[in-house]
């Protein structure tokens, strides 16, 4: 097996473990009884160490051997997380809850921390797409897999199972063919690390497009159920939405991988971001239920392209010493705020669908605005390596 293709089973494995680990403890709470307000504090312990992220990057950036530290994240990942969920109902809850805080906190590593060492297996910009793949295909693999196992044999075993193929991939990634660093402490520190994000006006308003247009991102799952509802009369109608969203990214991924983006991914990026702005309002007006599927699709296809493109800039304009840091803290910064999109469509679903949609809309566009306004203020970087 390639290196690549090695990268790509690693990538699957944990980043389905990572995506269905939350809807498997959300069943697991349930089939032991324990409250829905319990059930969620197990998935906000599994998804808010994400902000240490910057912390574990500069770690990466500086690991002489990146694929150790990468596959002993993992590991620590599946034990910590089969320690919550043989913890969770028959533990103290604040038991369960610490033991998931620690799977999440390597979380970073399993996202942007594995995209930051695509680059040293040399696949180019068809590399970025396989990789967008890999998101879309855990994304789906992992929630499906973990409901599928709940029926089969139970939520417990479906936790376990998830916390053995992300130890498998951290197997895999210890077999990268990366290259080792002979000065590893030549790695930026955090506060340079982060500056990065700020300084060089490209990676500014890529992480600027990323963070705003997350907020739609986790909203749109919470607005499909809302918005199927309005146009269809049935809850189950807003998981078709969702559905075909899905279907859309994965669409979206193989279509980059198999034709890669060509240009300046800057400016790829804030294109695209903006078709989907404006894909997202005409959403909105859909005046039938089977146009509404195929505008969510739509907005899948878009979603992926323009996340390949977000990969694509942080691999060309991060500098070599930074990687790590860049790659991993814009996908913090994403978790963070599409998690903050999701609570603000949940808080304002009285508004309705269709205002919801314009209004995720409006923050897309909002950012691709703000990017366009910084790239004409500040000048035009030229990358060096």
Known sequence: MSGLARYLTAAVLVRGADSGASVGLLLLAADRHQSAATGGLLVAALTAPHLVGPWLAVRLDRARDRRRLLALAYLVYGVALTAGALAAGRLPTAAALAAVAVAGACGPLLTGGLSSVLDDLGPGRRGRGWDALTYGLGGTAGPATAAALTALAGPLEAVLALAVAAVAAGALVVTLPVAGRAHPGEAAGLRAGLAVLVRRGPLRRVTLLTVLAAVELGALPVVAVRFGAELHGTAAAGATLTVSYGA????????????????????????????????????????????????????????????????????????????????????????????????????????????????????????????????????AFVPTR
């Open 248 to 379: 859309g990214s994965l669409l979206g991924s193989a279509m980059v991988t198999a034709w890669p983006l060509r240009g300046e991914p800057e400016v790829l990026a804030t294109r695209l971001f903006a078709a989907m702005a404006a894909a997202t309002a005409m959403s909105a007006f859909a005046p039938a239920y089977a146009v509404a599927i195929a505008g969510f699709a739509a907005l899948g296809v878009l979603n992926a392209m323009s996340f390949t493109a977000t990969l694509s800039a942080r691999g060309t304009y991060a500098p070599a010493n930074a990687q790590a840091q860049v790659f991993v803290t814009s996908a913090g910064l994403k978790v963070t705020s599409a998690a903050a999109g999701a609570a603000l469509a949940g808080a304002a679903s009285g508004l309705g669908g269709r205002a919801l949609l314009l209004a995720a809309a409006a923050a897309t566009g909002l950012a691709v605005v703000a990017a366009w306004v910084d790239g004409k203020l500040a000048p």
